[in-house]
C-alpha cells in the first residue's frame, strides 16, 4: 500500500471507531467525505504551487482525524486541529516519511483551525494550505445548504432572514480579504466566496420583495 492509501485505512478505522459517529452516521459520512474533499483541494493547490503533493494530500486526508474522539463541549471544538495533529503523529511515524516532513504536515493540521500549534514550527505555504484546502470545502457549493439547514433559515422570521443573510454577505467581505498560503489557494478561495456571495444577494433581493408591493 502507498502512504496514502494507508492513511486513507487509518482514516476510515478512527472514524469507524467513534461512538459519536456510530450513534450519527450522517455526521461520520459527512466527515470522511469532507476530509477526502479537503484532500482533493491540497491535491490542486500542491500540484500548481509545486509544493510536496504526498504530503499535502496526507494532510488533507488526517486535518480532522480529532473528531474520532469526543469533544468534551462546544468550546472544546477550537482544539480540534491540535488533538487531529496529535492523533496523526504516531501513524505518521510508520509512515515512509522523513522526520522534518512529519513535522510539516502536523504543523498545518495543527493551525488550521485557529492558526495556533501546541509545538514549534513555521507558517510555509504547505502549513498554510492545510488550512486553506479545508477553507476551499468549507467555502464551495454544498456548505451553503448546510449553513442554511444549520442556521434553520427556513423557520425564521422574514426580518431575521434579512438580517441573517446581510450579516452572511458582510463576513464573506471580510473573508474575501483574508490571505491566504498561495496565490493559488487565494484564487480558489475567492471563487467560492464570490458564488456564495451571488447566490446570498439572490436569496435577499427575494426577501425583499416578499411582504409588500
Not at 4 to 22: N, S
Not at 35 to 62: N, T
Not at 155 to 162: P, Q, S, V, Y
Request: charged share 30%.
Amino acid at each position: 500500500m502507498t502512504n496514502i492509501e494507508r492513511t486513507e485505512a487509518f482514516l476510515k478505522e478512527a472514524f469507524a471507531g467513534c461512538t459519536y459517529f456510530q450513534e450519527h452516521p450522517a455526521d461520520g459520512e459527512y466527515r470522511l467525505q469532507h476530509s477526502y474533499r479537503v484532500a482533493h483541494a491540497a491535491r490542486e493547490i500542491a500540484r500548481k504551487e509545486g509544493l510536496d503533493e504526498e504530503g499535502l494530500v496526507i494532510a488533507g486526508l488526517l486535518h480532522d482525524v480529532g473528531y474520532s474522539q469526543p469533544f468534551a463541549s462546544e468550546e472544546d471544538w477550537i482544539e480540534h486541529g491540535r488533538r487531529s495533529a496529535r492523533l496523526a503523529r504516531p501513524f505518521l511515524g510508520q509512515l515512509n516519511l522523513a522526520p522534518d516532513r512529519i513535522q510539516e504536515i502536523c504543523y498545518g493540521i495543527a493551525i488550521h483551525v485557529d492558526g495556533k500549534a501546541d509545538f514549534p514550527g513555521e507558517e510555509t505555504a504547505f502549513a498554510l494550505s492545510v488550512g486553506d484546502a479545508d477553507d476551499v470545502d468549507r467555502f464551495d457549493a454544498y456548505r451553503i445548504y448546510d449553513v442554511m439547514v444549520y442556521a434553520d433559515f427556513r423557520n425564521l422570521k422574514i426580518e431575521d432572514k434579512r438580517k441573517w443573510l446581510r450579516e452572511k454577505l458582510d463576513w464573506i467581505s471580510w473573508r474575501l480579504g483574508e490571505r491566504s498560503g498561495t496565490e493559488t489557494a487565494r484564487q480558489m478561495i475567492a471563487e467560492r466566496l464570490l458564488y456564495q456571495r451571488q447566490y446570498y444577494e439572490k436569496v435577499l433581493e427575494q426577501m425583499e420583495r416578499s411582504e409588500s408591493l
